[in-house]
C-alpha cells in the first residue's frame, strides 16, 4: 500500500518570499509522483511530476520538486511567491501494477496563504 | 476543446434518494476516474476505468456504482445518497493508464445529503 504525508496543513507566507511545501511519501514499490493545484473553487491542475530520471523536477508557475529516494520526500519549492500562488497544493503517488495504475493517492493537501 | 466536463455542479439531495452524477471528456481518453474532496482528507478514489468496458473499484468505492459504455462518459451513481456522502466529487481523465500522462480534472460536482 501507499500513502502520501503532507505534513504541513497550512503555510503562510509573505509575498516574494521562497517556500517550501513537504510531502513524504511511503510505498513498498517504486513510485510516481506528483504535485497539483487546486485555485479556490477550481478542479485539480498538474503543477509537475517525477517518473524517473533527474530528481529535480520543474514545473509550471516557476514551481520545481526535488525527489528524494533516501528520505522519501518530494518537496515543492518556488523562490518567489506571488498573491497569485494562493491555493491549496496536493501531493500525490501512483505506482504501476502490472495491468494498469491504480489511480492516484492524495495528500490531504497544503492551504498556501500569501500575505501582502 | 471542452475538456472534462461535470454536471450539475451543486445538488442537494434527501437521504436515500439516488441520482447520477455526470462525467464527459473529449480527449478521447482511456482512462477515467472519479475522486471524492473532503475537508482535511484530500482527494480519494472511488472507481476508475482503464477504457469502455473496464471499471474497477477504488479507495471507496462503497455506495457507489459507475459504468463506462462509451469512451466519452463515465457516469457515477449513488443508489441511495447518505449524509456520509455529502463531498465535492471530481472527475478525472488521461489518455493512457494515469501513470505518466497528465490527469485532467472536472470542475466538480458539489452535493449535499440532507
Known amino acids: 500500500a501507499q500513502s502520501v504525508t503532507q505534513l504541513d496543513s497550512q503555510v503562510p507566507v509573505f509575498e516574494e518570499a521562497p517556500v517550501e511545501l513537504r510531502c513524504n511519501y511511503s510505498s513498498s514499490v517504486s513510485v510516481y509522483l506528483f504535485w497539483y493545484v487546486q485555485y479556490p473553487n477550481q478542479g485539480l491542475q498538474l503543477l509537475l511530476k517525477?517518473?524517473?530520471?533527474?530528481?529535480l523536477v520543474k514545473g509550471i508557475n516557476g514551481f520545481e520538486a526535488e525527489f528524494n529516494k533516501s528520505q522519501t520526500s518530494f518537496h515543492l519549492r518556488k523562490p518567489s511567491v506571488h498573491i497569485s500562488d494562493t491555493a491549496e497544493y496536493f501531493c500525490a503517488v501512483t505506482h504501476y501494477s502490472g495491468g494498469g495504475a491504480d489511480g492516484l493517492t492524495f495528500g490531504k493537501g497544503t492551504h498556501l496563504i500569501i500575505q501582502p | 476543446n471542452a475538456g472534462v466536463t461535470q454536471t450539475p455542479k451543486f445538488q442537494v439531495l434527501k437521504t436515500g434518494q439516488s441520482m447520477t452524477l455526470q462525467c464527459a471528456q473529449d480527449m478521447n481518453h482511456e482512462y477515467m476516474s472519479w475522486y471524492r474532496q473532503d475537508p482535511g482528507m484530500g482527494l480519494r478514489l472511488i472507481h476508475y476505468?482503464?477504457?469502455?468496458?473496464?471499471?474497477d473499484q477504488g479507495e471507496v468505492p462503497n455506495g457507489y456504482n459507475v459504468s463506462r459504455s462509451t469512451t466519452e462518459d463515465f457516469p457515477l451513481r449513488l443508489l441511495s445518497a447518505a449524509p456520509s456522502q455529502t463531498s465535492v466529487y471530481f472527475c478525472a481523465s488521461s489518455y493512457g493508464a494515469g501513470i505518466t500522462d497528465t490527469q485532467y480534472f472536472g470542475p466538480g460536482t458539489r452535493l449535499t445529503v440532507l
Open positions: 517525477y517518473l524517473s530520471g533527474s530528481t
Open positions: 476505468s482503464v477504457g469502455a468496458g473496464i471499471t
